[in-house]
């Protein structure tokens, strides 16, 4: 089983910053790494796959980068809307799909 | 635009059983993987089960393995997920989610619906 580890668990952020969340794999996934956003209350969001590439109606403040197993999301100036946890997940070798354990951003 | 819908949840016994729905729309959902995800109060989000388009491959999560099948109608756009022998550690949101090939992510979600297991 692939394992995902997410840091910081938590990012506090001022508006307008930006905000730099990272995800490890214990083995190599290629670029077959996603992340969403989910907000309270609401289900996850499908944000970047293939490790750097925009879904549907994504903004350009998001951008993924990475391959093998570092990869970055930043958020480059945080809007309101912005804040929620983002998971990182993996599908190039599974099962399982695993996720990461999740980096809630904060407002600071 | 796609919609995901699930429905069936609820509160069960430890033991009990319970049968999830999830009605698609708005894709071609014959061509599609789809997938269980499920995420305990204040917890991440842990994958449940998967199953191929045309339902020939499926597989499991360890801890659900045995006890959930997870099966769909192509010809009614849903997918189901039987939970069988449930255990407190079953509560969680239960998310349905389609993904268009082996190496894709999950490209939409549904709501979720709420399964509790609880004497």
């Known amino acids: 089983e692939i394992v995902m580890t997410q840091s910081p668990a938590t990012l506090s952020v001022s508006p307008g910053e930006r905000a730099t969340l990272s995800c490890r794999a214990s083995q190599s996934v290629s670029s077959n790494l996603a992340w969403y956003q989910q907000k309270p209350g609401q289900a996850p969001r499908l944000l970047i796959y293939g490790a750097s590439t925009r879904a549907t109606g994504i903004p350009a403040r998001f951008s993924g980068s990475g391959s093998g197993t570092e990869f970055t999301l930043t958020i480059s100036s945080l809007q309101s809307e912005d804040f929620a946890v983002y998971y990182c997940q993996q599908y190039n070798d599974w099962p399982p799909l695993t996720f990461g354990g999740g980096t809630k951003v904060e407002i600071k | 635009q796609v919609q995901l819908v699930e429905s069936g949840g609820g509160l069960v016994k430890p033991g009990g059983s319970l049968r999830l729905s999830c009605a698609a729309s708005g894709f071609t959902f014959s061509d599609h993987y789809m997938s269980w995800i499920r995420q305990a109060p204040g917890k991440g989000l842990e994958w449940v089960s998967y199953i191929s388009s045309g339902s020939t491959y499926t597989h499991y999560a360890d801890s659900v393995k045995g006890r959930f099948t997870i099966s769909r109608d192509n010809a009614k756009n849903s997918v189901y997920l039987q939970m069988n022998s449930l255990r407190a550690e079953d509560t969680a949101i239960y998310y349905c989610?389609?993904?268009?090939?082996?190496?894709?992510?999950?490209?939409?979600w549904g709501q979720g619906t709420l399964v509790t297991v609880s004497s």
């Open positions: 989610a389609n993904m268009g090939g082996y190496q894709r992510p999950f490209d939409y």
